[in-house]
Protein backbone atom coordinates (compact mmCIF):
# COMPACT_ATOMS: atom_id res chain seq x y z
CA UNK A 1 0.00 0.00 0.00
CA UNK A 2 1.14 3.33 -0.68
CA UNK A 3 2.39 4.73 2.17
CA UNK A 4 1.51 8.78 2.54
CA UNK A 5 3.48 9.22 5.84
CA UNK A 6 6.84 8.44 3.66
CA UNK A 7 5.52 10.33 0.76
CA UNK A 8 5.42 13.53 3.20
CA UNK A 9 8.73 12.27 4.65
CA UNK A 10 10.61 12.54 1.56
CA UNK A 11 9.28 15.86 -0.17
CA UNK A 12 10.32 17.20 3.03
CA UNK A 13 13.75 15.69 3.12
CA UNK A 14 14.23 17.02 -1.25
CA UNK A 15 12.67 20.50 0.54
CA UNK A 16 16.68 20.51 2.08
CA UNK A 17 18.14 19.42 -1.24
CA UNK A 18 19.00 23.07 -2.71
CA UNK A 19 20.61 26.11 -3.73
CA UNK A 20 20.54 28.83 -1.00
CA UNK A 21 17.59 31.40 -1.67
CA UNK A 22 14.17 31.21 -1.65
CA UNK A 23 11.89 28.03 -2.77
CA UNK A 24 13.66 25.04 -4.63
CA UNK A 25 16.65 25.38 -6.97
CA UNK A 26 17.93 22.36 -8.39
CA UNK A 27 19.33 23.23 -11.89
CA UNK A 28 19.78 20.33 -13.91
CA UNK A 29 23.27 18.54 -13.27
CA UNK A 30 24.29 21.24 -10.72
CA UNK A 31 25.49 19.82 -7.41
CA UNK A 32 22.08 20.11 -5.97
CA UNK A 33 20.79 18.67 -8.42
CA UNK A 34 23.16 15.74 -8.57
CA UNK A 35 22.87 15.19 -4.72
CA UNK A 36 18.94 15.09 -5.38
CA UNK A 37 19.48 12.28 -7.90
CA UNK A 38 21.81 10.56 -5.06
CA UNK A 39 18.44 10.71 -2.97
CA UNK A 40 16.48 9.42 -5.37
CA UNK A 41 18.70 6.72 -6.03
CA UNK A 42 18.96 5.58 -2.68
CA UNK A 43 15.40 5.58 -2.34
CA UNK A 44 15.21 2.95 -5.35
CA UNK A 45 17.49 0.81 -3.58
CA UNK A 46 15.55 1.12 -0.47
CA UNK A 47 12.33 -0.35 -2.52
CA UNK A 48 14.93 -3.39 -4.03
CA UNK A 49 14.95 -1.87 -7.56
CA UNK A 50 17.82 -2.69 -9.63
CA UNK A 51 19.09 0.96 -9.92
CA UNK A 52 20.92 1.88 -13.37
CA UNK A 53 21.53 5.09 -15.12
CA UNK A 54 21.93 6.00 -18.91
CA UNK A 55 24.81 7.60 -21.03
CA UNK A 56 22.77 11.49 -20.42
CA UNK A 57 22.35 10.05 -16.77
CA UNK A 58 18.52 9.22 -16.32
CA UNK A 59 18.34 6.88 -13.47
CA UNK A 60 16.08 3.61 -14.08
CA UNK A 61 15.29 0.94 -11.00
CA UNK A 62 13.63 -2.08 -12.18
CA UNK A 63 11.50 -4.46 -10.63
CA UNK A 64 12.00 -7.52 -12.54
CA UNK A 65 8.68 -9.46 -13.43
CA UNK A 66 7.81 -13.12 -13.62
CA UNK A 67 8.07 -12.43 -17.49
CA UNK A 68 11.30 -10.50 -18.10
CA UNK A 69 10.66 -11.34 -21.50
CA UNK A 70 8.06 -9.21 -21.58
CA UNK A 71 8.53 -5.17 -22.57
CA UNK A 72 8.49 -3.12 -19.34
CA UNK A 73 5.85 -0.72 -17.95
CA UNK A 74 7.92 2.52 -17.43
CA UNK A 75 6.59 5.68 -14.70
CA UNK A 76 8.00 8.25 -13.39
CA UNK A 77 9.24 12.00 -13.81
CA UNK A 78 11.92 14.46 -13.03
CA UNK A 79 13.97 15.85 -10.50
CA UNK A 80 15.40 19.02 -11.25
CA UNK A 81 14.01 22.81 -10.82
CA UNK A 82 13.57 26.00 -12.42
CA UNK A 83 15.63 28.65 -10.31
CA UNK A 84 13.40 29.56 -6.96
CA UNK A 85 10.72 26.78 -8.12
CA UNK A 86 8.65 24.89 -5.81
CA UNK A 87 9.25 21.35 -4.11
CA UNK A 88 6.06 19.15 -6.27
CA UNK A 89 7.11 20.21 -9.54
CA UNK A 90 9.01 16.64 -11.34
CA UNK A 91 9.12 15.31 -7.67
CA UNK A 92 5.72 14.07 -7.21
CA UNK A 93 6.01 12.18 -10.06
CA UNK A 94 9.39 10.77 -9.24
CA UNK A 95 8.55 9.67 -5.85
CA UNK A 96 5.24 8.27 -6.67
CA UNK A 97 7.39 6.11 -9.34
CA UNK A 98 9.18 4.72 -6.60
CA UNK A 99 6.45 4.48 -3.95
CA UNK A 100 4.82 2.31 -6.55
CA UNK A 101 7.95 -0.06 -6.23
CA UNK A 102 7.56 0.15 -2.72
CA UNK A 103 4.52 -0.51 -2.09
CA UNK A 104 4.43 -3.75 -4.88
CA UNK A 105 7.35 -5.03 -2.26
CA UNK A 106 5.78 -4.52 0.76
CA UNK A 107 2.39 -6.24 -0.28
CA UNK A 108 4.02 -8.97 -1.67
CA UNK A 109 2.42 -8.27 -4.89
CA UNK A 110 4.48 -9.83 -8.52
CA UNK A 111 4.03 -8.08 -11.20
CA UNK A 112 4.41 -10.20 -14.35
CA UNK A 113 5.97 -7.85 -16.89
CA UNK A 114 8.94 -5.64 -15.57
CA UNK A 115 8.23 -2.20 -13.82
CA UNK A 116 10.78 0.14 -14.57
CA UNK A 117 10.67 3.47 -12.34
CA UNK A 118 12.41 6.38 -14.10
CA UNK A 119 14.03 9.45 -12.98
CA UNK A 120 14.37 11.70 -16.10
CA UNK A 121 17.16 14.06 -16.02
CA UNK A 122 17.30 17.79 -17.48
CA UNK A 123 13.68 18.36 -17.82
CA UNK A 124 13.40 22.25 -17.38
CA UNK A 125 14.39 24.26 -20.10
CA UNK A 126 16.12 26.85 -17.21
CA UNK A 127 19.91 25.84 -17.48
CA UNK A 128 20.30 25.01 -21.05
CA UNK A 129 17.53 26.53 -22.94
CA UNK A 130 16.34 23.08 -23.74
CA UNK A 131 13.49 21.08 -21.86
CA UNK A 132 13.08 17.85 -21.36
CA UNK A 133 16.79 16.39 -22.53
CA UNK A 134 16.75 13.20 -20.28
CA UNK A 135 13.62 12.40 -22.23
CA UNK A 136 14.84 13.09 -25.64
CA UNK A 137 17.87 11.44 -25.28
CA UNK A 138 15.91 7.65 -23.90
CA UNK A 139 13.64 8.62 -27.54
CA UNK A 140 17.00 8.44 -29.62
CA UNK A 141 16.58 12.40 -30.26
CA UNK A 142 20.36 13.81 -29.54
CA UNK A 143 23.54 13.57 -30.79
CA UNK A 144 26.57 14.52 -29.59
CA UNK A 145 26.66 17.40 -31.32
CA UNK A 146 23.07 18.26 -29.97
CA UNK A 147 25.15 18.09 -26.74
CA UNK A 148 27.53 20.32 -27.73
CA UNK A 149 25.20 23.38 -29.31
CA UNK A 150 23.49 23.63 -25.45
CA UNK A 151 25.21 25.86 -22.99
CA UNK A 152 23.89 27.18 -19.75
CA UNK A 153 24.60 31.15 -18.95
CA UNK A 154 28.47 30.51 -17.77
CA UNK A 155 28.94 28.85 -21.47
CA UNK A 156 29.64 25.38 -20.39
CA UNK A 157 28.62 23.24 -22.89
CA UNK A 158 26.06 20.52 -21.74
CA UNK A 159 28.80 17.94 -23.29
CA UNK A 160 31.42 19.08 -21.20
CA UNK A 161 28.69 18.92 -17.96
CA UNK A 162 27.99 15.60 -18.90
CA UNK A 163 31.45 14.76 -18.77
CA UNK A 164 32.27 15.97 -15.74
CA UNK A 165 30.05 14.04 -13.99
CA UNK A 166 31.37 10.94 -15.63
CA UNK A 167 28.90 9.86 -18.03
CA UNK A 168 29.23 9.51 -21.43
CA UNK A 169 27.90 12.25 -24.17
CA UNK A 170 29.94 10.56 -26.62
CA UNK A 171 27.91 7.53 -26.65
CA UNK A 172 24.85 9.88 -26.59
CA UNK A 173 23.00 7.49 -28.45
CA UNK A 174 22.94 4.18 -26.01
CA UNK A 175 20.81 6.43 -23.96
CA UNK A 176 18.14 5.23 -26.54
CA UNK A 177 15.74 3.33 -24.85
CA UNK A 178 15.98 -0.48 -26.71
CA UNK A 179 12.83 -1.17 -26.77
CA UNK A 180 8.73 0.03 -26.82
CA UNK A 181 7.49 -0.04 -23.62
CA UNK A 182 4.06 -1.65 -23.24
CA UNK A 183 3.33 1.40 -21.48
CA UNK A 184 4.42 4.90 -19.73
CA UNK A 185 2.57 6.84 -16.92
CA UNK A 186 3.63 10.20 -15.37
CA UNK A 187 1.95 11.56 -12.65
CA UNK A 188 2.38 15.68 -12.28
CA UNK A 189 0.99 18.63 -10.73
CA UNK A 190 -1.35 21.01 -12.93
CA UNK A 191 0.72 23.86 -13.12
CA UNK A 192 -2.81 25.61 -13.81
CA UNK A 193 -6.01 26.22 -12.20
CA UNK A 194 -8.61 24.38 -14.05
CA UNK A 195 -8.34 21.28 -11.26
CA UNK A 196 -9.24 23.67 -8.24
CA UNK A 197 -11.84 25.29 -10.12
CA UNK A 198 -13.96 22.61 -11.18
CA UNK A 199 -13.48 21.52 -7.73
CA UNK A 200 -11.22 17.83 -9.39
CA UNK A 201 -9.16 15.93 -7.83
CA UNK A 202 -7.80 14.54 -10.49
CA UNK A 203 -6.99 15.48 -14.45
CA UNK A 204 -6.69 13.07 -16.95
CA UNK A 205 -4.42 14.79 -19.66
CA UNK A 206 -6.12 14.80 -23.20
CA UNK A 207 -3.26 15.69 -25.38
CA UNK A 208 -0.07 18.08 -24.64
CA UNK A 209 0.03 21.47 -26.58
CA UNK A 210 2.99 22.67 -28.11
CA UNK A 211 3.60 26.42 -29.08
CA UNK A 212 3.58 28.13 -32.30
CA UNK A 213 5.48 31.62 -31.76
CA UNK A 214 4.97 34.51 -34.24
CA UNK A 215 6.99 38.01 -34.19
CA UNK A 216 5.60 40.80 -35.82
CA UNK A 217 8.01 43.34 -37.29
CA UNK A 218 4.68 46.28 -37.25
CA UNK A 219 6.44 49.23 -39.42
CA UNK A 220 4.53 52.46 -38.34
CA UNK A 221 6.21 55.97 -38.99
CA UNK A 222 7.16 58.01 -36.12
CA UNK A 223 5.91 61.28 -35.58
CA UNK A 224 5.76 64.38 -33.44
CA UNK A 225 1.88 63.37 -31.56
CA UNK A 226 1.66 67.36 -31.49
CA UNK A 227 2.23 68.12 -35.00
CA UNK A 228 0.23 64.50 -37.41
CA UNK A 229 -2.54 65.06 -37.96
CA UNK A 230 -4.96 61.83 -36.96
CA UNK A 231 -5.64 61.16 -40.35
CA UNK A 232 -2.08 61.05 -41.60
CA UNK A 233 -0.59 58.77 -38.68
CA UNK A 234 0.83 55.66 -39.33
CA UNK A 235 0.66 54.46 -36.04
CA UNK A 236 2.82 51.17 -35.34
CA UNK A 237 1.20 50.94 -31.57
CA UNK A 238 -2.53 50.84 -32.39
CA UNK A 239 -1.96 48.63 -35.37
CA UNK A 240 -0.17 46.78 -32.55
CA UNK A 241 -3.08 47.35 -30.55
CA UNK A 242 -5.77 45.64 -33.31
CA UNK A 243 -3.74 42.80 -33.93
CA UNK A 244 -3.26 42.14 -30.10
CA UNK A 245 -7.22 42.11 -29.78
CA UNK A 246 -7.53 39.93 -32.75
CA UNK A 247 -5.45 37.14 -31.36
CA UNK A 248 -7.19 37.13 -28.00
CA UNK A 249 -10.31 36.82 -30.04
CA UNK A 250 -9.67 34.37 -32.62
CA UNK A 251 -8.41 31.92 -30.19
CA UNK A 252 -11.31 32.20 -27.85
CA UNK A 253 -13.65 31.21 -31.17
CA UNK A 254 -11.58 28.21 -30.89
CA UNK A 255 -13.46 26.31 -27.77
CA UNK A 256 -13.05 22.64 -28.91
CA UNK A 257 -10.44 21.98 -29.00
CA UNK A 258 -9.70 24.65 -27.06
CA UNK A 259 -6.76 27.17 -28.58
CA UNK A 260 -5.02 29.41 -26.25
CA UNK A 261 -3.50 32.93 -27.88
CA UNK A 262 -1.30 35.07 -26.25
CA UNK A 263 0.21 38.25 -27.57
CA UNK A 264 2.70 38.48 -24.73
CA UNK A 265 5.84 40.59 -25.76
CA UNK A 266 6.26 44.21 -27.10
CA UNK A 267 8.92 46.81 -27.67
CA UNK A 268 8.27 50.18 -28.91
CA UNK A 269 10.47 52.85 -31.12
CA UNK A 270 11.05 55.11 -29.92
CA UNK A 271 9.11 54.69 -27.03
CA UNK A 272 8.89 58.66 -26.09
CA UNK A 273 6.10 60.11 -24.89
CA UNK A 274 5.65 62.74 -27.46
CA UNK A 275 6.38 60.71 -30.25
CA UNK A 276 3.90 58.41 -32.37
CA UNK A 277 4.90 54.93 -32.22
CA UNK A 278 6.84 53.73 -35.09
CA UNK A 279 8.36 50.31 -34.67
CA UNK A 280 6.96 47.89 -33.09
CA UNK A 281 7.83 44.15 -32.24
CA UNK A 282 5.22 41.94 -31.21
CA UNK A 283 5.56 37.92 -30.09
CA UNK A 284 2.90 35.69 -30.52
CA UNK A 285 2.41 32.15 -28.52
CA UNK A 286 -0.63 30.27 -30.07
CA UNK A 287 -0.94 26.31 -28.58
CA UNK A 288 -3.08 23.64 -28.59
CA UNK A 289 -3.09 20.41 -28.54
CA UNK A 290 -4.66 19.71 -31.91
CA UNK A 291 -2.42 20.72 -34.58
CA UNK A 292 -5.74 21.52 -36.86
CA UNK A 293 -6.99 24.13 -34.63
CA UNK A 294 -3.25 25.36 -34.13
CA UNK A 295 -2.76 26.07 -37.56
CA UNK A 296 -6.08 27.51 -38.19
CA UNK A 297 -5.54 29.87 -35.49
CA UNK A 298 -2.07 30.69 -37.14
CA UNK A 299 -3.78 31.42 -40.48
CA UNK A 300 -6.87 33.53 -39.16
CA UNK A 301 -3.88 35.41 -36.98
CA UNK A 302 -1.80 36.19 -40.05
CA UNK A 303 -4.78 36.73 -42.17
CA UNK A 304 -5.91 39.92 -39.41
CA UNK A 305 -2.34 40.98 -39.85
CA UNK A 306 -2.46 41.17 -43.35
CA UNK A 307 -6.02 42.85 -43.29
CA UNK A 308 -5.20 45.45 -40.70
CA UNK A 309 -2.13 46.22 -42.03
CA UNK A 310 -3.39 46.93 -45.26
CA UNK A 311 -6.02 49.08 -43.78
CA UNK A 312 -3.81 51.53 -41.78
CA UNK A 313 -0.77 51.80 -44.24
CA UNK A 314 1.60 49.96 -41.66
CA UNK A 315 3.78 47.27 -43.55
CA UNK A 316 4.94 44.53 -41.44
CA UNK A 317 6.40 41.37 -41.44
CA UNK A 318 6.55 38.38 -39.62
CA UNK A 319 9.30 35.69 -38.13
CA UNK A 320 8.07 32.28 -37.18
CA UNK A 321 10.45 31.98 -34.13
CA UNK A 322 9.10 28.49 -33.68
CA UNK A 323 5.96 25.72 -34.96
CA UNK A 324 6.03 22.68 -32.67
CA UNK A 325 3.59 20.19 -33.02
CA UNK A 326 1.40 19.47 -30.20
CA UNK A 327 1.61 15.44 -29.06
CA UNK A 328 -2.16 14.03 -28.80
CA UNK A 329 -2.81 10.85 -25.92
CA UNK A 330 -4.53 8.01 -26.97
CA UNK A 331 -7.78 7.88 -26.39
CA UNK A 332 -8.45 4.43 -24.84
CA UNK A 333 -5.59 4.96 -22.69
CA UNK A 334 -7.31 8.76 -21.79
CA UNK A 335 -10.84 6.45 -20.83
CA UNK A 336 -8.61 3.85 -19.00
CA UNK A 337 -7.27 6.41 -16.43
CA UNK A 338 -10.30 7.64 -15.90
CA UNK A 339 -11.83 4.36 -14.95
CA UNK A 340 -9.36 4.17 -12.57
CA UNK A 341 -10.04 7.31 -11.10
CA UNK A 342 -13.58 6.59 -10.87
CA UNK A 343 -12.75 3.05 -9.31
CA UNK A 344 -10.67 4.32 -6.54
CA UNK A 345 -13.19 7.27 -6.19
CA UNK A 346 -11.57 10.16 -7.05
CA UNK A 347 -13.45 12.85 -8.90
CA UNK A 348 -11.63 13.42 -12.13
CA UNK A 349 -11.82 15.29 -15.67
CA UNK A 350 -9.82 15.23 -18.82
CA UNK A 351 -8.12 18.36 -19.69
CA UNK A 352 -5.27 18.88 -21.98
CA UNK A 353 -1.91 19.89 -21.08
CA UNK A 354 -1.06 23.75 -21.85
CA UNK A 355 2.74 23.20 -20.75
CA UNK A 356 5.12 20.62 -22.44
CA UNK A 357 6.36 17.56 -20.10
CA UNK A 358 8.62 14.19 -20.14
CA UNK A 359 5.40 12.08 -21.41
CA UNK A 360 5.19 13.98 -24.50
CA UNK A 361 8.38 12.02 -26.02
CA UNK A 362 6.94 8.59 -25.04
CA UNK A 363 3.38 9.26 -26.20
CA UNK A 364 5.01 9.30 -29.89
CA UNK A 365 6.49 5.99 -29.03
CA UNK A 366 3.82 3.79 -26.66
CA UNK A 367 0.43 4.21 -25.10
CA UNK A 368 1.20 6.96 -22.83
CA UNK A 369 -0.53 8.16 -19.47
CA UNK A 370 -0.35 11.15 -17.52
CA UNK A 371 -2.55 12.19 -15.02
CA UNK A 372 -2.47 15.90 -12.84
CA UNK A 373 -3.19 16.77 -9.34
CA UNK A 374 -4.49 19.53 -8.18
CA UNK A 375 -2.07 22.50 -7.09
CA UNK A 376 -3.23 25.70 -5.20
CA UNK A 377 -4.33 28.52 -7.34
CA UNK A 378 -2.50 26.92 -10.16
CA UNK A 379 0.91 28.28 -8.80
CA UNK A 380 3.89 26.58 -10.20
CA UNK A 381 7.69 27.60 -10.63
CA UNK A 382 7.10 29.35 -7.67
CA UNK A 383 8.47 28.89 -3.85
CA UNK A 384 4.55 29.36 -3.04
CA UNK A 385 3.74 25.82 -5.48
CA UNK A 386 1.83 23.77 -2.98
CA UNK A 387 -0.32 19.97 -3.15
CA UNK A 388 -2.17 19.18 -0.45
CA UNK A 389 -1.07 15.33 0.48
CA UNK A 390 -4.15 14.26 0.54
CA UNK A 391 -4.36 14.85 -3.36
CA UNK A 392 -0.97 13.87 -3.65
CA UNK A 393 -2.03 10.14 -2.29
CA UNK A 394 -5.14 10.33 -3.73
CA UNK A 395 -3.20 10.87 -7.63
CA UNK A 396 -0.77 7.78 -6.45
CA UNK A 397 -3.64 5.15 -5.54
CA UNK A 398 -4.82 6.13 -9.27
CA UNK A 399 -1.08 5.64 -10.99
CA UNK A 400 -1.47 2.39 -8.93
CA UNK A 401 -3.68 1.15 -10.32
CA UNK A 402 -3.22 1.57 -12.96
CA UNK A 403 0.34 0.67 -13.05
CA UNK A 404 -0.37 -2.71 -12.04
CA UNK A 405 -3.11 -3.30 -14.35
CA UNK A 406 -0.66 -2.75 -17.77
CA UNK A 407 1.52 -4.77 -15.75
CA UNK A 408 -0.55 -8.06 -15.99
CA UNK A 409 0.93 -10.03 -19.21
CA UNK A 410 -2.71 -9.80 -20.50
CA UNK A 411 -3.93 -6.60 -20.49
CA UNK A 412 -4.22 -4.68 -23.52
CA UNK A 413 -5.19 -1.12 -24.19
CA UNK A 414 -8.60 -1.25 -25.80
CA UNK A 415 -7.02 -0.11 -29.57
CA UNK A 416 -4.58 -2.99 -29.00
CA UNK A 417 -7.01 -5.07 -27.97
CA UNK A 418 -8.67 -4.80 -31.07
CA UNK A 419 -5.85 -4.99 -33.54
ZN1 LIG B 1 7.59 19.41 -14.29
Known sequence: MISIQRFTERLARLRTITA??????RLAFTDEDWAGRAYMISLMREADLAVREDAFGNVI???EGTRPDLTPVLCGSHGDSVPE???FDGICGTLAAIELAQSMQEDGWQNERPYEAVLFMCEESSRFGAATLGSRAMCGELSPRDLLTYHDKEGRALYDVLKRRGLDPDHIERAKYPVRPAAFFEMHIEQGRVLEHERKKAGVVTGIAAPTRLRFRIHGHPDHSGAAPMTLRHDGLAAAAELILAVERIARSHADPPVVGTASTLRLRPNAINVVPGEVT???DIRSISAEAKADTVR???DEAEAIGARRQVPFDVDWMSDERPVPIRRDVVDFLM??????????MTLPSGAGHDAMHWAERCPTGMLFLPCRGGVSHNPDEYAEVEDIAGAARVLERAVRQALQADFHFREEGQQ
Open 20 to 25: PGRGIT
Open 61 to 63: GRR
Open 85 to 87: GGN
Open 282 to 284: LGV
Open 300 to 302: RVL
Open 339 to 348: DCCAAEGLPA
